[in-house]
């Protein structure tokens, strides 16, 4: 019987890819490990390898197709025997067979340059405007990943001071891509591949903006970054106020913060609490790609040592992001996505998507909701949180991140005692579960929060349920 | 960063003392001492006194309760930081652990600002703020003054990448002690030095206990100077007790670095006399071992005995400079008892900028 080659899946979270190219035709003979296409995402090209033995029966899907769904059939082998014949109609993806392909190791030098990409959507809801931007002007849509390239981009032009170092940013072109073509650009002197050794880079980029640079530093992830903490928070954060204000730690650290997809437990974590405890670290972590570009230009900027959490799901998600020469955001400033009267809603980063789901049901539910997406988590805006809570009274915070002593812990007790006689119901959490993060695929959705919980949270706010 | 030809390496004993590392009371056979000049002798032991007397008056102020927290004292290991700063130029940056008033006194920092610091008062170099191990000088490139064991060798290896990104010849020296050289970020920054031959030279100041565990007992080998071998950054074991020594070392160590040929390490052998801190009795070591090294090696007597020997000076020479000395640590003394503690408001400053 003629075996089905399926569009392969490069990473847990991609969900379609382009087939870039064909290096069979239909009647070329293949032996495992012959490579047959390759395959782009907006991440990375790679190569598929035949498993089987046997001869190209038919190809389904020409090159340069893009948006190939993954586990859709994109080719038909024959094995001994067999002909183009015996290949009944084009069959249904089937997700659960095992495919005759395997993805090879990913390619160094990824041709494009960083995109959109359609495999993750952000939720359709229409944000107020960002009062932060002119009026009326001009937007494009552009991923998360392109405009946080963009702004290490520009500062890097504007100040030879600020560099980036991390592991696979320079060659590889970023683990993520974000840093995709900067190499090229600035050279090897200012985007700087390490040895996988977060302690002793992170000690040195510190050193390096004790002595006036102003160093980015690109952690694969931020699980990796508690190898650096000491340097982050004892190094870093603790420079100004140790020396009496003689000495700044100008600088970045940045990189994919929480869960991204089935990476179990060790390389899901939201570390945002844990940094917004530490006085002297800014803590940023925008939603938008608007936000993404306006913050860290505003972070590459700052005085002070700056923990900029992106997350990986994120990256390949668009947004509007105002065309200007020069767009930096203030640190510190929660947006106001939605006004409304009924209750204030407040999450950041990818947390947002939970909240603007949300949002989008129960105001179509007639409940007037007001979203705030903090943005900055260190210093906190609560001015905007406190205006908000003492119009609607009803709180419920969403975040990814564990519950015990979380961002929407440390709200909840601020709107207590500064808001206590404006509340008329508890403020509640909607968090990550109190659990290491599992890799079977149903216990990590459970372990995460979801849509159903934060409306749900909201009816009991509002004595609707 | 670009990478240059990895250099030979050149481990243990270089040249400089031809001693057994690791032998315990072997006195090494030295050839070539270098040569020191009269004005060397006196400055070496003018600013080796001055550490010593104001260490001693540290202790004693701590003892009088002037000074909290923890207090390291630098006594007995004068001619390391001596004898480096002797080789260096003002433009080179310096970094060491929480050990650190002998270092800010011999880049120049003000003996006042550096008292009222450890009295925890508005005059002190960070405004009272820092305490004994959180001092820092911009103008002297002197960078801390860090209290977390070996993250100032990560952070001193960051300077030197500063330099060499803009294009200076400036150099930094990074000081560790013994049990800093166990630490796994002293090898990852040693690999990332001799990757990109970043211009710092290591300067591990072997004073055989970390806290009160013996170099014997802590490490698998002990010849800290071959620490780097794996990286092929070359290193020296020095005589740390004769200041003489210290600086030939220096001289080359400072010299490989500043013409981009990379990291280097020097291990300088030498004493604490008094305990890891003040609160520390020491009971780990004998205290015939103590005074052996007080009565044979110690640094500030060697230097007097040759000046006398030599006759770049008599006994009213140095009772002057010893007076002149004394006069600057108590002046610092009464500064530091005298100044006001900061106002409650300095709690908010400096947070962020």
Not at chain 1, 148 to 164: C, K, Y
Not at chain 1, 285 to 305: E, F, M, Q, T, W
Not at chain 2, 140 to 159: C, D, E, M, P, W
Not at chain 2, 294 to 309: G, H, T
Request: hydrophobic residues 40%; aromatic residues 6%.
């Amino acid at each position: 019987m003629p075996t089905d080659i399926l569009m392969p899946a490069l990473s847990p979270t991609m969900e379609e890819g382009t087939l870039a190219k064909w290096l069979v035709k239909e009647g070329d003979s293949v032996v495992p490990g012959d490579v047959i296409c390759e395959i782009e995402t907006d991440k990375a090209t790679m190569e598929v390898e035949s498993v089987e033995e046997g001869t190209i029966g038919k190809i389904l899907i020409s090159e340069g197709s893009e948006g190939v769904v993954v586990n859709s059939v994109i080719a038909v082998m024959l094995g001994e025997g067999e002909s183009a014949d015996d290949i009944s109609q084009v069959p249904a993806p089937v997700a659960a067979e095992p495919s005759a392909v395997q993805p090879q190791t990913e390619e160094a030098a990824p041709k494009t340059s960083p995109q959109k990409t359609s495999g993750a959507s952000a939720p359709v809801f229409s944000p107020a405007a960002d009062p932060d931007l002119p009026e009326g002007v001009e937007m494009v849509e552009m991923s998360v990943r392109q405009a946080l390239n963009e702004a290490m981009s520009e500062e890097m032009r504007a100040d030879d001071d600020v560099f980036l170092m991390g592991e696979e940013v320079a060659q590889y072109q970023g683990a993520y891509k974000i840093s995709q073509g900067m190499l090229a650009e600035f050279g090897e002197r200012r985007v700087i591949d390490t040895p996988i050794t977060e302690h002793g880079f992170t000690g040195i980029a510190v050193g390096a903006a004790f002595a006036g640079l102003k160093p980015i530093v690109e952690f694969m992830t931020f699980n990796f970054a508690m190898q650096a903490i000491d340097q982050i928070v004892n190094s870093a954060a603790k420079q100004l106020y140790m020396s009496g204000g003689q000495v700044q730690a100008p600088i970045v650290f940045r990189g994919a913060n929480g869960a991204a997809s089935r990476v179990g437990a060790q390389h899901s974590q939201d570390f945002t609490a844990w940094y917004a405890q530490v006085p002297g670290l800014t803590v940023i972590a925008p939603y938008s790609a608007a936000d993404a570009k306006g913050l860290l230009k505003a972070a590459i900027r700052s005085p002070n040592p700056v923990v900029f959490l992106e997350n990986e799901l994120m990256y390949g998600v668009s947004f509007d992001v105002p065309i200007m020469d020069d767009f930096v955001l203030p640190i510190g400033k929660a947006r106001m996505v939605r006004q409304g009267n009924d209750v204030t809603i407040v999450s950041f980063s990818i947390g947002m998507k939970y909240a603007t789901e949300a949002t989008e049901t129960l105001v179509s539910e007639g409940v007037d909701v007001e979203l705030i997406d903090l943005r900055t988590i260190r210093p906190l805006d609560m001015e905007t949180v406190l205006n908000s809570v003492k119009k609607t009274g009803r709180c419920v915070v969403v975040e990814e991140g564990w519950p015990q002593f979380s961002v929407g812990s440390e709200l909840s007790a601020r709107l207590m005692e500064q808001a206590f006689d404006y509340l008329d119901a508890p403020v509640m959490r909607i968090a990550g579960k109190d659990v290491p993060m599992p890799y079977a695929a149903n216990l990590e959705k459970l372990a995460l929060p979801s849509v159903d919980e934060v409306v749900a949270a909201v009816n009991a706010v509002t004595y609707r349920s | 960063m670009a990478r240059k030809n990895a250099t030979q390496a050149k481990t243990s004993a270089a040249g400089s003392t031809g001693k057994k590392v690791g032998g315990r009371k072997s006195s090494p056979a030295k050839p070539n001492v270098p040569e020191f000049s009269k004005g060397d002798e006196l400055r070496a032991y003018r600013e080796m006194l001055l550490i010593r007397r104001f260490e001693e008056k540290a202790g004693q102020m701590y003892g009088m309760g002037l000074i909290g927290g923890f207090c390291h004292l630098y006594i007995g290991q004068e001619a390391v930081v001596t004898g480096i700063n002797m080789a260096a130029r003002p433009d080179d940056a310096s970094i060491t652990s929480y050990r650190d008033h002998g270092h800010m006194l011999a880049v120049g920092m003000d003996p006042n600002g550096v008292m009222a610091e450890l009295t925890g008062r508005v005059d002190g170099l960070s405004k009272g703020k820092g305490g004994s191990m959180h001092m820092f000088s911009t103008e002297k490139r002197f960078y801390g003054g860090n209290g977390i064991v070996g993250a100032q060798v990560s952070l001193g290896t960051g300077l030197a990448f500063a330099a060499k990104y803009r294009g200076e010849d400036s150099v930094s020296l990074t000081y560790f002690g013994d049990g800093a050289s166990n630490q796994g970020q002293v090898y990852e920054s040693f690999n990332m030095a001799k990757l990109w031959d970043l211009p710092v030279v290591y300067i591990i100041e072997n004073n055989k206990y970390a806290m009160g565990t013996s170099l014997e007992r802590s490490s698998a080998l002990t010849n800290l100077a071959n620490r780097g071998a794996s990286f092929n950054i070359p290193g020296e074991t020095v005589d740390g007790m004769d200041v003489r020594y210290v600086r030939d070392a220096a001289e080359r160590a400072i010299n490989h670095a500043r013409t981009g040929k990379g990291p280097y390490i020097l291990e300088m052998k030498t004493y604490r006399y008094r305990g890891h801190s003040m609160s520390d009795p020491a009971k780990y070591r004998s205290k015939d071992e103590v005074q052996a090294m007080r009565s044979e090696r110690d640094p500030i007597e060697q230097v007097k005995q040759r000046i006398l020997d030599k006759k770049h000076g008599n006994i009213d020479d140095l009772k002057q400079i010893e007076k002149e000395v004394r006069a600057i640590v108590t002046k610092a003394a009464d500064f530091a008892t005298n100044s006001p503690e900061p106002d409650p408001s300095e709690l908010w400053t400096d947070i962020t900028i």
